[in-house]
């Protein structure tokens, strides 16, 4: 079954720390995951997106990884800001089926 | 500004109501999808259309009918909606229908409550 789940479900962290968010998936055959940032009260945005051969991707201080070998994948934020705060969501396409497949997502809240 | 404007922002209906969700976009995109966002769910894909054409409808209750009269407009006719279809919907676009390299763009969503 293709699924998408990420860890942790929510995440509290100073402000200027950096963090670490995690997406494992099952989804073949792959064909790209994306990280999306979701504030509260407005829709998506893209942040990265990741083909098979690319390892890491960055957007400032947002960093993607992938291991395709291992189906993992990690946004790293370095040097947080209050604005990080918000839900990320993994999304990892394929070229069969149902083709978006979406994770829960993992809710950041950055404190002061 | 994401380039797609959801239209209206807040809906409550009753059971018995018909209502459209309205989405446009400005981005000269090809293709659309209405999404169902619940609380601790993932996105759950409902309809794509791809130049006016609907490629993708994941099992959707007929009480939700979409229409895409052309590349910058898609609608979602409600009507005698369950309390479980209380959730966000998000309208999207993207350049090329497929789960292709583009991002989608998305709208701020409908927060829709079923009464």
């Known amino acids: 079954k293709n699924q998408v789940e990420q860890s942790p479900q929510s995440l509290i962290i100073l402000e200027g720390k950096n963090c670490t968010l995690q997406c494992n998936y099952t989804v073949s055959p792959f064909s790209n995951l994306r990280w999306y940032k979701q504030d509260t009260g407005r829709g998506p945005v893209s942040l990265t997106i990741?083909?098979?051969?690319?390892n890491t991707k960055s957007n400032g201080r947002y960093t993607a990884t992938l291991d395709a070998d291992t189906k993992q994948s990690s946004l790293h934020i370095t040097a947080s800001q209050l604005s990080d705060s918000a839900s990320y969501i993994c999304v990892v396409s394929s070229n069969t089926g149902n083709q978006f497949y979406f994770g829960t997502g993992t809710s950041l809240t950055v404190i002061p | 500004e994401t380039g797609v404007t959801q239209t209206p922002r807040h809906l409550v209906m009753g059971m018995t109501n018909k209502k459209s969700l309205k989405c446009e976009q400005h981005l000269g995109h090809n293709a659309m999808y209405w999404y169902k966002q619940s609380a601790k769910k993932p996105l759950e894909l409902m309809f794509v259309y791809n130049f006016k054409e609907q490629t993708e409808n994941n099992s959707v209750p007929s009480r939700f009918s979409p229409e895409c009269p052309n590349s910058s407009h898609l609608f979602l006719h409600l009507h005698t909606l369950q309390p479980e279809d209380s959730a966000l919907y998000l309208c999207a676009s993207s350049q090329g229908g497929g789960p292709d390299h583009q991002p989608q763009h998305f709208g701020d969503g409908t927060r829709l409550s079923i009464l």
């Open positions: 990741m083909t098979f051969s690319e």
